[in-house]
């Protein structure tokens, strides 16, 4: 069943309400597949700009779309996002009733859609605001905007704010899950209490209920074209959550992973591991007892000890010598006459100035 999976259990007898390492894993699920679904279409798209490149520019709204769809399907069938009800967790609107609704009811259309919302809308705009401010730092670098113009007073004080706006939002959560889990709250998130909603696990009523309702979407017989179409686009995207629920467990690790391996943090060891060993360094040969000495000014030719003529440097040793000298020389003995390196007589090089 793709609302319920083989993974979901009755609820334990310890009570509805969930713990808090279920209720902050099922919020990393989805943060954890972002990424490195981002990471997938940017490889496709490198290696086919031409197909795929309009997938990595538009990957936000494409990946906000698809994710919209998927919450949306769940919220309508379970009561509950692809990620709670993957941990067998369900909403149910806050109030003072004891009883708690089958997840197979839905919740009332205002909480609906504030799930709905939060859910989707807000990663994403979170998301751009990040990059948003990615991208101005950039600029505040590199700026052409004179030190006086407005604009740029402007940015450089949303810089210099952003970060006690972003601290004030990740302490908003943090107090909120330490309220939790001290049970001074009943939600560990504030995105549930703005939604007018709380987590709950599933019962073996909600089960039961979830494996009906599925049953009779599959066996219902429907005649009209319409019926038709939807009857198909629901068993489309019921497959979709289906392959994404039974499949997650395995692929949820392997994305992480992949996350981690081409994480910025992680890009030194990646180097270090797979960096090329360093080349050791060239060897010196020993010169002969026979070698010519240097003489002590530069344009004297090692081996006639006149001044040079033709000037002719050897590739292999670098040192400059007369033509006819290092030609006669490297002929006879195929060595350098300083170095004793090997040499041929391709590796005699002639030096042009500007003199000659």
């Known amino acids: 069943m793709a609302e319920v999976g083989a993974h979901l259990t009755a609820a334990p007898a310890g009570g509805d309400r969930p713990s808090v390492f279920e209720a902050v894993a099922q919020d990393g699920l989805m943060a954890a597949v972002k990424p490195a ?4 279409v940017k490889v496709l798209a490198e290696s086919n700009p031409a197909r795929y490149g309009f997938l990595w520019h538009w990957f936000d709204e494409i990946y906000v779309l698809l994710d919209l769809l998927l919450q949306q399907h ?35 259309k205002r909480q609906h859609w504030k799930s709905l919302l939060l859910l989707v809308l807000v990663p994403y705009l979170k998301g751009k605001l990040e990059k948003l401010v990615s991208s101005l730092r950039e600029e505040d670098e590199y700026s052409i905007h004179p030190p006086s113009s407005s604009w740029k007073r402007f940015y450089r004080a949303f810089l210099a704010a952003y970060p006690y706006v972003n601290m004030t939002w990740e302490g908003w959560f943090l107090i909120q899950q330490l309220c939790y889990i001290l049970g001074k709250a009943e939600h560990h998130s504030p995105m549930l209490k703005l939604a007018g909603v709380r987590l709950v696990r599933l019962t073996a009523e909600d089960i039961h209920a979830l494996q009906k309702k599925w049953a009779e979407t ?13 009857s198909a686009l629901r068993k489309a995207l019921g497959g979709i959550a289906f392959s994404l629920s039974t499949g997650l467990s395995v692929s949820v ?7 981690w391996w081409y994480s910025s943090e992680n890009q030194e060891t990646i180097k270090s591991l797979t960096a090329l060993p360093t080349p050791p360094p060239p060897v010196h040969l020993e010169p002969e007892p026979s070698s010519a000495l240097l003489p ?3 344009t004297v030719c090692p081996l006639c000890r006149k001044v040079r003529v033709n000037a002719t440097a050897l ?21 350098c006459p300083v170095t004793g390196y090997a040499t041929e007589l391709q590796h005699l090089v002639k030096l042009y100035s500007p003199e000659s």
């Open 296 to 298: 002590s000014l530069k």
């Open 218 to 230: 599959t066996s219902d017989q429907t005649h009209s074209f319409t019926s038709r179409v939807q």
């Open 74 to 108: 769940y919220l309508a069938r379970c009561s509950a996002s692809f990620s709670e009800n993957f941990y067998s967790l369900k909403r149910i609107p806050m109030g003072d009733g004891r009883q708690q609704p089958l997840a197979t009811a839905g919740l009332p």
């Open 253 to 259: 690790f392997f994305l992480q992973f992949l996350d």
């Open 37 to 40: 679904l981002q990471h997938l």
């Open 315 to 335: 590739a292999t040793s670098g040192f400059v010598f007369c033509y006819r000298c290092a030609y006669s020389h490297v002929k006879a003995h195929q060595r």
